[in-house]
Each structure stands twice: as structure tokens, then as C-alpha cells.
């Protein structure tokens, strides 16, 4: 009962966190200078199509109609339509969504393996010089952001060493057969091996920039739980049962050290995704992110908004989840 | 152990002078630029176009670094970047600072509706994408210095703001404030004078952080080509030429890149070296 009026309170906050970012992105592009009617029309329009192309996206009303307006909208799924493309803007934001998800995932997946194994490899090896040198490795990856990272693995992996592709999500002249645009799922699902490689020759390097800062946490907090669980008495008892250290590290510590990791994990992805605008920019991934910032440099209002606000149910969403996830793993909350 | 706390403290020491000494260089560099280039960095001459660095095949002498495919001077607009890079890094994290650790303060100290209000601002803050979140200020407050500036503070005052406000509060709850009200402080007064000094260490360590993570923003702008006007050079904008032209002339993309690299690190490991210094366990 306790925990489902802590889901409903939950629930409220982040509709109110929600309806904040909605009316703030609405309020603050509406001051953004330049016209995007007057960019829309072709040199030599009179004022009457100006005006007339003003009203068609209601630009003529009120921010406070306009934002009523658009917000009910919303709610029954209508985003508006694009400026720069006239076409509905949930359907182009929708059709972008798949690249960013699987980009993201695939970045998460990286980093679990990368940030576990190095968590783990270090507790296994503590006191010595190797387990010094994966915390400074660590404090590196951490230090820096994922967007240098991108840099860094451009010059590496596709100049230097040029072994995977650094800019587009799949290779133009490849006519593909998917009919979703969920490719690397649906190029496994076709069994298509081929197809399956150059998607993912392509997403590589994305992924790893932005999987390296996440690896560096994962791996600091884990380790750090890690430690902490090492000490406890079961632990030890299992020790002089005469497990191996591994076995001890792996099938003991680990399930109990997993837990403060997760809620820390499930904050960091989110920032994670949102790191994704900038790095679908530097590989010329076509992903959310990307035509965010073509929206932005277009003055596409209804597409900034439609974008931003998706960002935010993803964000929040992510972070609803984690919260739910720990209070069901965590017997100490499922109980209290 | 006492061994190798000596050891930790040593390295520790280390990272801490190597970060301030290339920071020290930067800010030199920012300062000197206009003296010590060798070259003018917006001077363009197509005949020199894509020049190598110095050891390499082909070049002219006196450009050390190369030049990019207009004929700039690479090293030249390194050091001239470094004043718009030490600039944001300075005023930028210094504004956020000090309203982002305010903010945070009165949230965790007077808790009650304004601790609401910030919290909430926080929570929608955090549920915007931060580099959307930048292009959009950039796009709407227009191009510039102080644009930039603006935005960051805009954006990264939740950083001091959440951080701060957990350890206000924790402090709140020990002893000396008690101590302190019952000594007959008001409550702005212990706040200040009491709860302030004792949160100011972490302050400092988000501080240096947060000079990293402006100069990393401000060359995103540049990057995306909306950070200041496109003549004056900014590592960020080098950092877009050279990835347009990497299979040409990587060394366009190398040393600013190598540049901007040593300094977020550095930002970073001062921060952190920092924090270390300030924790009395390692002590």
C-alpha cells in the first residue's frame, strides 16, 4: 500500500516535471529571432501569403492560445506539422526515434560489459600494480566527455586505422529491405548477416564514445560496492568454504553489490541519451539528435518542440523505471 | 598502509602540479597571444593551403603545426582559441558557480517552499537534453561571447545546485548549527558564516569541474557552428574544419584536438586532486 501510493506520488512529480518542460521550451522558442514563415516562402511573396502561411500554423495568435492550443494537441498526439518538411512532426520524430534507441542501448550494453570487467578484474586483483593502473584508466575515461571520445576514436578507428565507417548509419548505396527503422533489429530478425555488419561497422564507434564515460562509472561505483561487500562476514564464510576467489567475487559479492550501481546507472543513461545530440552530429548518425539541431539552425519551431519534449518522456521515463526496478529489487523497500 | 598512503599522496601531488602547470601555460597563451604567435590567425593565403606540421615533407617555415585548408596558421589559432577558451571557462563557471551553489544553499538549508520551487526547477532542469538544451539558448539569445556565457550558466547551475543542496542539508542536521542557533545565530547567519565555510571545499572541486565542462560546451557550439562569430578562431570551430577535412589534412583536427583534450583533463584531475586534498581521511 506504501509503495503504491510512493508509484502515484512518483507518477505526479513527474507529470508536473513534464508539463515544466513543455511550457518552458514553448515559451523560450517563441523568442527565437527570425522569421521562420518569411525563411519558408520564396523570395518576391507579398505580405498576404506571408500573412495568410502565418495563420495556417496559428503563429498569429496569442503565446498563451497558441500554447493552449499545441499542449491539447499534445495530449491527443497531434505534435503540428514541420515547417521545413510540411509533414506531421510525431510521424518524423517517431521515424528518427529507432536509430537513437538502438544507438543508445547498444552504448549501454558497451558500457555494462566495459565498466563490469573492469569492476570486477580490479577488485580480483586488488593491492597490485594492474588494479592501479585500471583506476587511472578509469579516472581518464571519466575525465573526459563523450564528444572528445568521438573525436579521439575518428582519428583512430577511421583515419589512423580506418576499419570502421565514421559518419551515416548504414552505407548509402545498400538499398534495404526493413520496414521499420529499427535496422539492427530488424537485420537480425531477416537473418541477414551482410546487412547486419555494415549497420553495426557503422554504429561502432558512436556507441563507444559515448559507452566510455558510463564504463568509467559503472566501473568506479561497482568496484567501490564491490569493496564494501568483500567485507561482509557471508562473504568470508564463503571464503573459508574454500571457493575460489573468483567464484567467491562473482557468485557472492556481485548479486549484493549489483543494487547501489543500478539506481546510479539508470541517472548516468540518461545522460547518456543526452549526449547522443552531439555525438549523431559528429558521425552524421541520423538519430533524434541530429535533426534536433537541423530543427534549431531551420527554426523549425514545431519540430524543436516535439523533439525536446520526446527527450524529456525518455528521460523521465528512464529514471521512473530505475526508481520502480530498485524498489522491487530491494527487499528492504518492498517490505518497509 | 602508511606506505601507501605516502604513495597515493605523491601521485595525487603530481597529477595536481602537471594539471596547473598546462593550465598556467593556457592562460599565458590567452594573455600573450597576440605577441607570441608566429603567425596572423585569420591571415588566409590559398598557396599555403593544408601545409604539414613541422617534421613532415613540404612545409614553410614558421607554420610550426600546419595550416588548414584556407592557409591559417594551425598553431596561431590555437593560442588565439585559448583566450575564448580560458574566457568561458573563467566567467562561465564562476557565474554558475556562485548562483548554482547559492541556489542550492537556501534549498537545503531553509528547506520548507523553497526548497520546493528549486527542487522542481531542478527536476524539469534534469529532463532536458543539456547540448539541445545549449543550441536552443545559443539559437534564441543569438551568437556571441556573452551568449555563450549565458547559456552555460543557464544550463549548468543545477550542477552546484543539486550537489549542494544534499550537503547543506546533511550539514543542517549535525550538531554545531544546532549549537550556533542556540548560541543565538539567526538562521542567514549560520547559513553564512557556519554551514558555508564547511560546504565551500566540494564548492571549489564542482568549480574546477565546471570550468572543464564550459570549455568542452563552448567548443560544442563552435562545433555546431553557433558559438561566436565564425572569424575569430575557437578550438571548437578548428575542431569542425579539421573533421570535415580529416583524410586531407588530419593535423587540422590533431592539435586542437590534443589541446582541448590536456585541458578538460586537467580541469578535471585539478578537481579531483582537489577533492582528494580536501577529504581528511587521505589527510
Redesign the interface.
Known amino acids: 500500500m506504501q509503495l503504491f501510493r510512493a508509484v502515484i506520488l512518483r507518477l505526479l512529480?513527474t507529470a508536473?516535471?513534464?508539463s515544466?518542460?513543455a511550457v518552458?521550451?514553448f515559451v523560450?522558442?517563441r523568442?527565437?529571432?527570425g522569421n521562420p514563415i518569411a525563411m519558408m516562402l520564396p523570395p518576391g511573396a507579398t505580405d498576404e501569403d506571408v500573412a495568410r502561411l502565418t495563420a495556417l500554423y496559428g503563429l498569429d495568435k496569442s503565446i498563451f492560445r497558441q500554447f493552449l492550443i499545441w499542449a491539447g494537441g499534445v495530449l491527443q498526439g497531434d505534435f503540428g506539422t514541420s515547417i521545413t518538411t510540411r509533414q506531421p512532426v510525431l510521424g518524423l520524430v517517431l521515424g528518427r526515434l529507432p536509430a537513437t534507441l538502438e544507438l543508445s542501448v547498444m552504448a549501454l550494453v558497451i558500457a555494462t560489459v566495459i565498466g563490469g570487467f573492469a569492476a570486477l578484474t580490479g577488485t580480483r586483483l586488488r593491492g597490485t600494480r594492474s588494479e592501479a593502473a585500471i583506476d587511472v584508466a578509469n579516472?581518464?575515461a571519466?575525465?573526459?566527455?563523450d564528444?572528445?571520445w568521438g573525436?579521439?576514436l575518428?582519428?583512430l578507428f577511421?583515419?589512423l586505422w580506418p576499419v570502421f565507417h565514421i559518419s551515416g548509419r548504414v552505407t548509402p548505396s545498400i538499398d534495404l529491405p526493413f520496414t521499420t527503422n529499427f535496422y539492427l533489429i530488424e537485420s537480425l530478425v531477416r537473418l541477414r548477416p551482410d546487412l547486419w555488419w555494415d549497420i553495426v561497422s557503422h554504429m561502432l564507434l558512436p556507441a563507444l564514445a559515448l559507452a566510455i564515460p558510463l564504463a568509467a562509472i559503472i566501473g568506479q561505483v561497482l568496484k567501490q560496492s564491490l569493496k564494501e561487500t568483500m567485507h561482509l562476514d557471508y562473504v568470508t564464510l564463503s571464503r573459508t568454504k574454500g571457493y575460489s576467489e573468483t567464484h567467491v567475487i562473482t557468485r557472492e559479492a556481485l548479486p549484493n553489490a549489483v543494487l547501489p550501481a543500478l539506481t546510479l546507472v539508470g541517472v548516468q543513461f540518461?545522460f547518456l541519451?543526452?549526449?547522443t545530440?552531439?555525438i549523431e552530429?559528429?558521425f552524421s548518425y541520423e538519430g533524434l539528435?541530429n535533426m534536433?539541431?537541423d530543427a534549431?539552425?531551420n527554426?523549425d519551431l514545431p519540430l524543436?518542440q516535439g523533439?525536446?519534449i520526446l527527450?524529456?518522456v525518455i528521460?523521465?521515463g528512464v529514471n521512473l523505471i530505475v526508481d520502480l526496478a530498485y524498489a522491487a529489487l530491494n527487499p528492504r523497500l518492498r517490505h518497509g | 598502509m602508511a606506505d601507501g598512503r605516502g604513495q597515493v599522496r605523491r601521485r595525487l601531488g603530481l597529477r595536481l602540479w602537471l594539471s596547473a602547470g598546462w593550465l598556467t601555460l593556457l592562460l599565458l597563451a590567452a594573455l600573450l597571444a597576440p605577441w607570441i604567435s608566429p603567425k596572423d590567425p585569420l591571415a588566409q593565403d590559398l598557396f599555403l593551403a593544408r601545409l604539414p606540421p613541422f617534421w613532415m615533407d613540404g612545409t614553410e617555415p614558421g607554420y610550426w603545426l600546419g595550416t588548414d585548408s584556407l592557409g591559417r596558421d594551425v598553431l596561431s589559432r590555437i593560442l588565439h582559441g585559448a583566450r575564448v577558451a580560458m574566457t568561458v571557462a573563467l566567467v562561465a563557471g564562476t557565474l554558475t558557480c556562485v548562483i548554482g551553489a547559492a541556489l542550492g544553499l537556501l534549498a537545503g538549508f531553509l528547506r520548507g517552499w523553497v526548497d520546493m520551487v528549486i527542487s522542481r526547477l531542478i527536476d524539469i532542469w534534469m529532463a532536458f537534453p543539456p547540448v539541445l538544451f545549449s543550441i536552443l539558448l545559443i539559437a534564441v539569445i543569438g551568437p556571441g561571447l556573452g551568449a555563450i556565457i549565458l547559456a552555460i550558466v543557464v544550463i549548468d547551475w543545477t550542477r552546484f545546485a543539486r550537489v549542494v543542496r544534499a550537503e547543506a542539508m546533511a550539514q543542517g542536521a549535525m550538531d554545531y548549527v544546532a549549537s550556533a542557533q542556540v548560541a543565538g545565530r539567526g538562521r542567514t547567519g549560520t547559513m553564512l558564516v557556519e554551514v558555508l565555510p564547511n560546504v565551500l571545499p566540494l564548492i571549489v572541486v564542482l568549480l574546477t569541474l565546471e570550468m572543464g565542462i564550459a570549455v568542452i560546451v563552448e567548443a560544442i557550439l563552435s562545433f555546431v557552428n553557433l558559438s561566436i562569430s565564425t572569424d575569430d578562431p575557437t578550438w571548437g570551430g578548428m575542431i569542425a574544419e579539421g573533421r570535415t577535412s580529416v583524410h586531407q589534412a588530419w593535423w587540422v583536427l590533431v592539435f586542437p584536438l590534443i589541446t582541448l583534450f590536456l585541458t578538460v583533463l586537467s580541469f578535471s584531475q585539478l578537481g579531483e586532486g582537489l577533492k582528494d586534498r580536501f577529504d581528511p581521511v587521505l589527510r
Open positions: 512529480t508536473v516535471t513534464l515544466g518542460v518552458i521550451v523560450v522558442i523568442v527565437v529571432p579516472g581518464m571519466l575525465s573526459v566527455p564528444f572528445l573525436l579521439v575518428i582519428l577511421g583515419v540518461t541519451i543526452g549526449g545530440v552531439i552530429r559528429l539528435g534536433a539541431i534549431v539552425i527554426r524543436i523533439i525536446v527527450f524529456a528521460f523521465t
